[in-house]
């Protein structure tokens, strides 16, 4: 038995029976403010948004106490109880993940910061205080999820969430967050100062007409010089909307975000952008290449000698494209923009087309052009010049394929169907 299933018939049967606390009440005064206990410690356990172990459990002994306060058999006492339940689970989850923490890491806000013993390789700032930090000489701390840096006399003055916390959700967590594991489509939606009531989006921070307030582009919200250092980034909703890649301003918390998602592919540019190949020549290119990728997977996937050379690992670092087309990441725009991956995708291709045309086994799997003379050339569907029927998936040549009235292999397999059809019969 699971450990949910074995709290859960635990602390169920509490809900059923009654328990040692449990009392009758002899006058209206004393039931009353009976009533009004529950009340009170019902409001209090309404969330269980609780981070710490020991708030969660001073909190599971202020459930186990408004238990023994309510009316067996009640639906009252059954929603504490699956309250308890839960608080329970969160707390066992708290204690395992202590097993699995590094040493003298400290986990405050969502952010896992673990302490830093070498040199970074350029130079970083607190995010707390702003000055420089030198690992070798003070204790900095890095956040494991989102590389928040900070000093280790800055932890108290620590105030923003990790915007990684969506890799690790909390049950019952009702924080609404614009960090969630994906990215805005919108370009720069954005709020005035009267709308954020002149303060700082992040630390409330009250803004002053003499300035100094800054403009995040991702999220369009206006942000103090503390939460907001002016570093600029490419924004995904320009690029996606105008094939715009010119870096704007963005928060501390935007740059962290966009940084932790550059290499995640959730950008689905058929559904966001379908006409965005139209404009742009580069991302058209970059498509057809995506289409040989995963003409040429199909033969490689079968191949045993491609098995023993670990061909389709070359794709091993973006692993999304050997499953579909569609799918980006943001890293994958910015190398569209400057040119590196449609040139380390050609290379993949080289490679990858150089062993099928000279491995016997995927030779054996290609096909020759049924419409024309032309008998000795060897076709596949990410040759040059070939068009692939869509029934079928026989390839031909483009010309031939479109000046014939039906595909040959089509029509002989709709032959062999009538035929087999009458024998059955």
Same mark, same amino acid.
């Given at each position: ?35 009004? %206990? !529950?009340? $009170? ?7 269980? /948004? &609780? =981070?710490?172990?020991? #708030? *969660? ?114 049950? %019952? !967590?009702? $924080? ?7 990215? /805005? &489509? =919108?370009?720069?939606? #954005? *709020? ?132 579909? #087309? ?100």
């Amino acid at each position: 038995m699971s450990l949910n299933e074995k709290l859960l018939s635990r602390y169920t049967r509490m809900s059923s029976v009654g328990s040692v606390g449990a009392f009758s009440l002899g006058s209206a005064g004393s039931t009353e403010r009976l009533e009004s %206990d !529950e009340n $009170d410690n019902w409001d209090l356990l309404s969330s269980t /948004s &609780y =981070t710490s172990l020991s #708030e *969660i459990q001073e909190q599971i002994s202020a459930v186990r106490r408004t238990i023994l306060e309510t009316e067996v058999n009640t639906d009252q006492r059954k929603a504490i109880v699956h309250k308890l339940i839960k608080l329970k689970i969160k707390e066992q989850d708290l204690e395992n993940r202590r097993f699995y923490q590094s040493p003298g890491e400290v986990e405050t806000l969502r952010h896992s910061l673990v302490p830093i013993n070498q040199a970074f390789p350029s130079r970083r700032y607190c995010e707390e205080c702003g000055s420089v930090v030198w690992p070798v000489l003070q204790t900095i701390y890095e956040c494991k999820t989102c590389t928040h840096v900070l000093h280790a006399q800055c932890l108290s003055r620590i105030s923003r969430k990790c915007v990684g916390a969506w890799l690790h959700p909390l049950e %019952d !967590e009702t $924080d609404i967050s614009p960090f969630d594991g994906q990215l /805005s &489509y =919108t370009i720069c939606p #954005e *709020i005035s100062l009267v709308e954020q009531s002149y303060e700082c989006a992040e630390c409330s921070s009250t803004f002053y007409p003499s300035g100094g307030h800054r403009l995040c582009d991702y999220l369009g919200k206006w942000y103090c010089q503390d939460c907001h250092w002016g570093y600029t980034s490419p924004v995904p909703a320009r690029i996606l909307n105008n094939w715009d890649f010119s870096p704007k301003q963005v928060c501390q918390a935007t740059y962290q975000y966009l940084n932790l998602m550059r290499r995640r592919a959730v950008i689905d540019l058929e559904k966001m952008s379908p006409s965005l190949s139209i404009i742009s020549a580069e991302l058209s290119a970059i498509i057809q290449q995506r289409q040989s990728v995963l003409e040429m997977k199909k033969y490689l996937m079968v191949c045993r000698v491609a098995s023993s050379l670990k061909l389709l690992r070359m794709l091993e670092e973006r692993q999304h494209f050997v499953e579909n #087309e569609f799918m980006y990441s943001f890293q994958d725009l910015l190398d569209i923009d400057n040119g590196s991956l449609s040139a380390w995708l050609g290379q993949i291709l080289e490679t990858w087309q150089d062993h099928i045309l000279s491995c016997i086994l995927c030779r054996a799997k290609g096909f020759v052009c049924e419409l024309c003379s032309e008998k000795e050339d060897l076709l596949f569907p990410f040759s040059p010049g070939t068009e692939t029927c869509p029934e079928c998936n026989a390839t031909f040549h483009r010309e031939c394929y479109r000046n014939c009235d039906e595909c040959p292999r089509c029509q002989r397999i709709r032959e062999r169907s009538k035929i087999r059809s009458k024998e059955d019969q």
